[in-house]
């Protein structure tokens, strides 16, 4: 069998297959640039031209230079800032070999438009200024990436089982791209079942979707021009968290399906609204039972601690809510961190605790020296007395570098009938 129909068997059944060739997202860098002048208000304007020719010329370009990356052009919706044109370019690589593979459209744009730089950053760092201050407005891929976004897209089976395509929206739609980005560039989801952390990201990804449509809401129209960067993002997170789940339903006999999230244009805040809580009763129903308390009980503290756990959003609430938020995360820190171990010390009495484990649990209590006294002894009693006596700020700390991994590495996953290819 040739290399190019092992790919292909990659994508010949229901289920949408992992980016298998994902990279290393601290390598991949991304230059933006600022072009042509600011733009006179918020209101969104036609592409220029010579926008438009730039992305006819640059994956092509590109694609011959044998790399892979991306380009996207974005609206900068900053509210304290002159709104304008940034684009930028995405390469597996360093810089200056994305500027070598991209050298001719990149000197005709800048030959016909004023090019300021704007930040040179790798993923990491490049995607939370996207989340603030972005509204993207086109999206072009070459290489591996291209490939797989084609193959995905262009699936019989692709409104089944991808979100913004089950919502309606054409492939080469850009809030149908974003979620395919974060597939090919975030964590990988859903490896090998559900997992805590993934019940929690799930959560988390769910919350955050119901307080940015409350902040549209309450803002009122002068705030729109603000919200719709982060109104669009969101809706690329929650798809990109929700397209495993969804497939993994398609296999769990009896489920029904999971709705569409409204993607469109012209949706209101009470449609949007609407399509969520749909999409928060099926979750419910189909994902989170009695039967696995520690997945549910994640997606609970996910969903009502959103903000404290996403740190781009903590810079949206006063100092008096952060308190009131992180006091009300504490009783579902200590409900993981209790549950975890009851596991470990368990399985260390039982002599069943894995090196993994082990190692995972000293670095834990380094950093909570408060739980160094406990042993394989240590009764249900004696676990809840020492973590009463973390105080909440460094439990807060602690929570997603050492407690949600070192839970994630001790609960059950849940397996589904389905798996990614």
């Known amino acids: 069998m040739t290399n190019a129909s092992k790919n292909d068997g990659q994508y010949a059944g229901f289920l949408p297959p992992f980016f298998h060739d994902r990279p290393d997202v601290d390598d991949v860098m991304i230059k933006t640039w600022a072009v042509g002048d600011g733009l006179v208000d918020h209101s969104v304007p036609e592409i220029p031209a010579l926008l438009s020719l730039f992305f006819d010329l640059v994956a092509p370009a590109a694609q011959r230079s044998g790399v892979t990356g991306f380009a996207m052009l974005w609206l900068d919706r900053h509210p304290h800032e002159e709104p304008g044109w940034r684009l930028s370019l995405g390469h597996v690589g360093t810089v200056d070999d994305l500027e070598l593979a991209v050298a001719k459209p990149l000197a005709r744009l800048g030959g016909t438009a004023k090019l300021a730089e704007f930040e040179t950053e790798n993923w990491h760092v490049t995607r939370p200024l996207w989340r603030k201050r972005a509204e993207p407005v086109k999206l072009v891929f070459w290489g591996d990436f291209a490939r797989h976004a084609r193959a995905v897209l262009g699936h019989g089976d692709g409104s089944g089982f991808y979100q913004p395509l089950g919502a309606g929206l054409r492939s080469d739609h850009v809030a149908a791209s974003l979620p395919l980005l974060e597939d090919m560039l975030g964590e990988p989801f859903l490896v090998n079942g559900m997992g805590f952390e993934d019940a929690l990201r799930l959560g988390i990804a769910l919350g955050r979707a119901h307080l940015i449509e409350s902040w549209i809401e309450a803002g009122g129209m002068e705030k729109e021009p603000y919200f719709r960067p982060m109104r669009i993002w969101h809706q690329a997170w929650l798809s990109y968290a929700l397209i495993d789940p969804a497939v993994a339903s398609l296999a769990m006999s009896g489920q029904p399906p999971m709705p569409a999230l409204d993607f469109s244009g012209t949706a209101t805040p009470d449609a949007r609204r609407k ?98 006294p406990l042993s394989d002894l240590a009764t249900q009693r004696d676990i809840e007395q020492h973590i009463i006596r973390v105080d909440a700020a460094r439990a807060a700390s602690a929570f997603d570098t050492l407690v949600l991994p070192f839970c994630d590495l001790l609960m059950p996953r849940r397996s589904f009938d389905a798996a990614r290819a």
């Open 275 to 372: 399509a969520l809580d749909d999409v928060s009763a099926w979750l419910t129903t189909v994902f989170f039972n009695d039967e696995h308390p520690a997945l549910r009980n994640a997606f609970v503290a996910g969903v009502q601690n959103a903000v404290w756990l996403d740190s781009d959003l903590q810079q949206y609430v006063q100092p008096q809510q952060r308190a009131e938020i992180l006091q009300g995360l504490m009783p579902y820190c200590r409900w993981f961190l209790a549950m975890a171990l009851y596991n470990h010390l368990g399985n260390l009495a039982s002599g069943t605790a894995r090196e993994d484990q082990s190692e995972f649990y000293a670095a834990l209590v380094d950093t909570l020296p408060e739980l160094a």
